[in-house]
């Protein structure tokens, strides 16, 4: 059990109070924003306090830090907050739901993996990575540093992703398969080879037909 700072107060840093306090041991004692976003001075009944003054209001040797940004800027807001945080000698906690199949793998720190995630084993998940609800990791597989996975996301066995790559929700990867460094991977991308550095994917979206719902004949 940590006594543990929460980055943010908009939804992400909600939602995550919300799985700390429901699914968790730990204890959130406050929230810390940089001081050009604090509107508030409390959130969720607790303390909002400026990140610049954060090491001397809760001491980095009793409180731990979590910093659920989304995956704005290709991940690189959440990234750069991480390193700032840490160089103020915060340590993280990870958060793995308990309703995720989970089987021990490595995971590292200011990592959240929400329900329904199934983490097949002998997979590895690095530092600062994000897995909205209901992924696959297969087997094998590897999710680098910094990354976001969305949800419904099929990660086949033994594909590695790597470091500060963006998978929208449903799309699927080979087994097998490298995922190349700041890739953005759209929603419903099927990604059957290798990828490039800093490569987008993207599907088209279904189509709309020229007609409306009630000159469908069988519906
Ligand atoms: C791939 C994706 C990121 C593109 O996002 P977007 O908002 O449409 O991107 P933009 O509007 O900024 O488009 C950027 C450029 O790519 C082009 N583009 C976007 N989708 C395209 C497509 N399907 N085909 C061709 N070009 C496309 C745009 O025309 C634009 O070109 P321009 O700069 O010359 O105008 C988006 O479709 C997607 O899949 N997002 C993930 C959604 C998701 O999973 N959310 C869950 C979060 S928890």
Not at 5 to 21: D, K, N, P, R, S
Not at 36 to 52: A, G, I, N, R, S
Not at 156 to 165: L, N, V
Request: hydrophobic fraction near 40%; glycine fraction near 6%; aromatic fraction near 10%.
């Amino acid at each position: 059990m940590s006594k543990v700072v929460i980055f943010g107060i908009g939804q992400i840093a909600e939602v995550i109070h919300f799985y700390l306090t429901s699914d968790s041991d730990h204890d959130v004692v406050a929230f810390t924003v940089d001081r050009e976003y604090l509107t508030k001075q409390q959130f969720k009944d607790l303390p909002v306090v400026p990140f610049e003054d954060i090491e001397r209001i809760y001491d980095p040797l009793l409180y731990k830090m979590i910093i659920p940004i989304s995956y704005k800027k290709m991940n690189k807001i959440r990234a750069e907050k991480y390193y700032e945080a840490k160089k103020k000698g915060y340590e993280f906690i990870s958060y793995i739901s308990s309703r995720a199949a989970y089987y021990g793998t490595p995971v590292g720190e200011n990592t959240i993996i929400f329900e329904n995630n199934v983490i097949q084993p002998f997979t590895k998940i690095g530092n600062n990575t994000i897995l909205w609800s209901g992924n696959h990791i297969g087997h094998h597989a590897e999710v680098g540093d910094h990354c976001f996975i969305a949800s419904q996301v099929v990660v086949s066995g033994a594909a590695k992703i790597k470091d500060y790559t963006f998978i929208g929700v449903n799309a699927t990867i080979r087994d097998s398969v490298i995922i190349e460094r700041e890739n953005l991977i759209g929603a419903g991308s099927v990604i059957l080879r290798d990828t490039e550095a800093k490569a987008v994917y993207t599907q088209r979206g279904t189509i709309q037909l020229e007609k409306n719902s009630s000159e469908i004949r069988r519906i």
